[in-house]
């Protein structure tokens, strides 16, 4: 069997596309314009490319990037009165503050301080309590986007085995909740589960979010599983060059799965792209506007 592989660049570049037409739409017809404030604090280069390649996307789909470069000296007190201030601010929509943080912040008391409304991240304790409980609420983006898609492959996921390796507040236990509110039966796994590789065969859809290179290898995966790739890892590669790989052995992977992310072009789009729709989200929420859904 060779695996299909799911083009998340396309199907990226097709929500992005939809997300900038509604984005027109919100201002020629409410004189809505969707505003994000991205946070950096300090010099971490793969977080200044991160930032770098948001504020593109954003500004390329019509929403107002309120870009904040600040040094990596910053103090918490500090980081919290910005925040406060782009709470107030009516033009803001939605607030990122890009992590890592600097070691004297607690980046749980800056999540903390954001305005759920505002938290296109996700990751404040209400929406995160409100995804468990079943509620709408705004949606971490990477998990977001694996759900997107693990659905082009199965518009329903009723009754599937799923399997979340990862139980990170960032991506493993969202990317659960979001399988268990579509009815799939979810199983979380972690550096301390028994027989993973026993417990990764049963499963029908397979996620993988671990931060190890290749760490699942093909044979642990039952044939014609759907394979989500999480993992963005860095190695060696030629020429002094470095090059990306996800969690799981792609190359094993795919003589064996049903479908399969690649790494990179896979999940990493994805969440960008619903960070994006994050934003409308908020912005017609804030506005009292109903969202639109794709
Ligand atoms: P994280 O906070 O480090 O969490 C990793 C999870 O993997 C933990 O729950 C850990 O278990 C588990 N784990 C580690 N080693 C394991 C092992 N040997 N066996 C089973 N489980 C193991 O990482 P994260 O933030 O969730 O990110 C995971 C990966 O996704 C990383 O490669 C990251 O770069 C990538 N990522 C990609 C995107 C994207 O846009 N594509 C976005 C975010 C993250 P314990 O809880 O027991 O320690």
Not at 99 to 116: E, F, N, S, T, V
Not at 150 to 169: C, D, F, Q, Y
Request: charged letters at 20%; a positive charge; glycine letters at 10%.
């Amino acid at each position: 069997m060779t695996a299909r592989i799911i083009d998340g660049k396309a199907i990226a570049a097709d929500l992005r596309g939809k997300v900038t037409d509604a984005v027109h739409r919100l201002r020629r017809d409410r004189g809505i314009v969707p505003g994000i404030a991205v946070v950096l604090v300090g010099q971490n280069p793969a977080s200044k490319i991160y930032v770098r390649n948001k504020s593109n996307a954003v500004t390329a789909a019509g929403i107002t990037p309120f870009d904040h470069v600040l040094p990596a000296t910053t103090t918490e007190a500090e980081l919290i009165e910005l925040v406060a201030r782009l709470n107030a601010d009516a033009a803001v929509n939605g607030i990122l503050v890009q992590l890592p943080l600097p070691p004297q912040i607690d980046a749980q008391k800056i999540i903390a301080a954001i305005d759920p409304e505002k938290d296109v991240d996700g990751f404040h304790p209400l929406n995160a309590g409100r995804l468990a409980s079943g509620l709408p609420s705004l949606v971490p983006c990477t998990p977001l986007g694996c759900l997107m898609l693990a659905k082009t492959v199965h518009p329903s996921l009723a009754g599937m085995e799923a399997v979340v390796i990862g139980r990170s507040n960032i991506v493993g236990k969202p990317v659960a909740q979001l399988l268990l509110a579509e009815n799939a039966t979810v199983t979380i796994a972690h550096s301390k589960t028994a027989s993973l590789r026993d417990v990764c065969g049963r499963a029908d859809l397979l996620v993988a979010a671990i931060g190890q290179p290749e760490f699942v290898r093909g044979h642990w995966i039952k044939p014609g599983a759907t394979v989500i790739d999480v993992g963005i890892n860095r190695l060696p590669g030629e020429g002094g060059k470095s090059r990306i790989v996800g969690d799981v052995a792609y190359a094993e992977a795919k003589s064996i799965a049903g479908a399969l992310t690649p790494v990179p072009g896979g999940v990493g789009p994805m969440t960008i792209a619903c960070l994006l729709l994050n934003t409308l989200r908020a912005t017609c929420m804030q506005h009292g506007v109903p969202a639109p859904r794709f």
